[in-house]
């Protein structure tokens, strides 16, 4: 079979050119200035309620943005925040929700094995409509489930941003 030049030409452009727009993407992101302001908010919110905690925020991509200690926290829960924060951005699932999932199915019992995941309450998504850009852990308080109280209080302050 032949083709003529212009059309061999055309065809070849036709097949470059569609993956190179393909390749480009816009996404959310969090900054600094809000990482701070949800730490802040978290360390605050528990401190109203008595529990020292540290509160770890990451971006998107689970890395650290900012990280927050309260006085007397111990020092486990640097960690424990941190790889709360880490499991919800990756997941983009609340580790609450995650936890009780993983209790209740054999098969999502497993997520415990993956390096860096804390099933424990405390760790919840930052969203900006469905998007999630972001992560809050919080870890020290008694029981995951005050810790994610904690961080559901801390994202009601910033909600306004969150648009």
Request: some cysteine.
């Amino acid at each position: 079979m032949r083709f003529a030049p212009t059309l061999l030409l055309a065809l070849t452009a036709a097949c470059f050119a569609a993956p190179a727009q393909a390749q480009v993407r816009s996404e959310k992101n969090m900054s600094l200035a809000l990482a701070n302001q949800i730490a802040a908010a978290s360390v605050a919110a528990c401190q109203e309620k008595g529990y020292a905690v540290a509160a770890t925020v990451v971006d998107r991509a689970g890395q650290v943005k900012a990280v927050q200690r309260a006085d007397n926290a111990g020092p486990h829960t640097l960690e424990a925040s941190l790889k709360k924060a880490y499991t919800s951005a990756s997941a983009k699932n609340a580790t609450q929700a995650m936890m009780e999932g993983s209790q209740k199915s054999p098969g999502a019992a497993n997520l415990v094995h993956i390096p860096g995941f804390l099933l424990l309450g405390g760790g919840v998504p930052v969203r900006v409509g469905n998007e999630v850009i972001g992560a809050v852990g919080i870890g020290g308080a008694p029981g995951g489930h005050l810790d994610d109280q904690c961080a559901q209080a801390a994202l009601e302050k910033v909600k306004d941003q969150l648009q």
